[in-house]
């Protein structure tokens, strides 16, 4: 893993999100898990060895950011925000969360490629014995929440938008803020069903802090100054989709003719083959919104 201070790790360069963890006087705190399983079981071994793990906190509901806790059971207390909490692994009809984790097991496709994961099979849990307990939230709050761990402060601050339960985790003491999906640095923005106005919301919430470090929820840390660039992602996709309804064009046409396929870098690592299908939910979704197919978007 890498150190973005001497107490903060994370890894940016896997399949999945960005997991981290913050190691304190009086134990460590996880910021989301690993979602392949030989990744989860490895970095549970190094976090550990830093003390306990006190706390495993999520920063959203995708799968990408909270299949791992599974394999932390028995490691410190999940603490989720509510509107997290009641989407956590929940099969919805456009995704099915379990069926997709398990998609992303890299086997033949990988070999011989630091994706590679054959053991990861190995560890698969069956379906109903990892919905008997997938480790989610033990506390589970509303609004923000503070926890104090050793000398450390964690700011769980909630940011929704990119998903609704979405939480910023702010340790002043580190000068960090780990942004979840509030940010994807350098890589493809992942609108899916978003509330735009709100996450530029949370952009300037996180714009209120004193930190020097972002770790997004995908692709590398980054200074504060980001927050300008995704910003301006977001401002894009959605002054081109709201061009397009102006024009009069279709759905269809709209999904057609407006992509940023060339431009805001590569799909993250190990899910280029999702371009095209991020390109058209994030086209379709907006379109919906700004025509108003989604009430009150
Ligand atoms: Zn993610």
Request: proline share 6%; aromatic share 10%.
């Amino acid at each position: 893993m890498e150190n973005v201070t001497p107490n903060v790790f994370t890894e940016t360069k896997l399949r999945g999100c960005n997991p981290s963890f913050v190691t304190t006087s009086d134990g460590v705190v996880v910021i989301d898990t690993p979602q392949l399983p030989t990744k989860a079981v490895a970095m549970r071994k190094q976090a550990e060895s830093h003390g306990p793990i006190r706390y495993i906190v999520n920063t959203e509901h995708h799968v990408d950011h909270i299949f791992g806790n599974y394999f932390f059971k028995g490691a410190g207390t999940v603490v989720n925000h509510r509107e997290l909490y009641e989407r956590f692994m929940v099969v919805y009809p456009e995704l099915d969360p379990f069926a997709y984790a398990y998609e992303s097991v890299p086997g033949d496709h990988a070999k011989g490629t630091d994706l590679d994961d054959p053991e990861g099979l190995a560890l698969w849990p069956d379906r109903d014995e990892y919905y008997r307990d997938p480790n989610k939230g033990r506390i589970v709050f509303t609004g923000d929440l503070t926890l104090r761990v050793g000398d450390h402060t964690f700011n769980l601050l909630h940011t929704p938008g990119h998903t609704p339960g979405q939480l910023a985790v702010h340790v002043p003491e580190e000068r960090v803020v780990f942004t979840g999906d509030t940010i994807f640095s350098g890589c493809q923005t992942w609108l899916m069903t978003s509330n735009v106005e709100q996450w530029l919301a949370a952009l300037e919430r996180i714009r209120t802090l004193d930190v020097d470090w972002i770790v997004p929820g995908h692709g590398p840390v980054v200074p504060k100054s980001y927050l300008d660039v995704q910003r301006s992602h977001l401002m894009e996709w959605k002054t081109a989709v709201a061009t397009a309804v102006a024009n009069g064009w279709s759905r269809e046409e709209t999904v057609e003719r407006v992509d940023f396929r060339d431009r805001f870098g590569p799909v993250d690592i190990g899910q280029g083959y999702m371009l095209d299908y991020i390109q058209s939910l994030n086209a379709a979704t907006l379109y919906d919104k700004l025509t108003g197919a989604i009430p009150g978007a």
